[in-house]
């Protein structure tokens, strides 16, 4: 399968290496000329560097053979847009748009967008749930269980306390997808410092759920 990502943000390279490593074919897609430097020492010809919004671009991604394309940069404008012109132009059968604001879900849905994925939504449905430390508790399991999403509350002994995103060793196949703290929602980047007690939602692969798991404890 072909899918094509546009956003090279933290979203985007956690699900450009889980696909990777689950042997299907990516092309992602960073606009930012830094952010695309740090990307291609590690995915080489798999990143291209380009706004996934403007025409030319989307044709030398190879849209017209892509069989997904996932837009998950920061704007949601630029991701409704990037979803139509697939649609609509390259005939791309599946798209999907992250969705940062929850109140634009509706319009993306009514405009052609395949799928919708919004972090805020997932939190906020979860923000009168308690749960004790350390427990995973399953959300919803994707492709007959090889990947989880899961909820969970950092222990005051885990390992992530304290450390910036971006300084974490994670295990290939996941993402931290948001946390909640103090009913406050985070979508989080490499800057994020996970605190006590902060509720984290978590996309793992099958193979990959025991190694992270053990980060929580």
Known sequence: MYVIIVGGGQVGHSL?????A???EVLLV??????????????GESVILGDGAELDTLMDMGANRADVLVAVTG???DNLIICQMAKILYL??????RVNDPKNEEIFQSLGVDATVSSTRIIGSLIEEKIDAGMFI?????KGGEVEIFQTQLSSDSSLIDKKISKLTLPQNCIIIAALRE???IIPKGDTILKENDTIITLVGKDAKDTFK???L
């Open 214 to 216: 053990k980060l929580f």
């Open 30 to 43: 960073e606009k930012d000329p830094a952010r695309y430097g740090k990307l291609s020492e590690e995915f």
């Open 138 to 142: 399953p959300l919803l399991a994707l």
């Open 92 to 97: 791309i059968p599946k798209t999907i748009a």
């Open 75 to 77: 704007m949601d404008q």
């Open 16 to 20: 450009a290496r889980l696909l990777m």
């Open 183 to 185: 009913n406050q929602i």
């Open 22 to 24: 689950e042997k299907h």
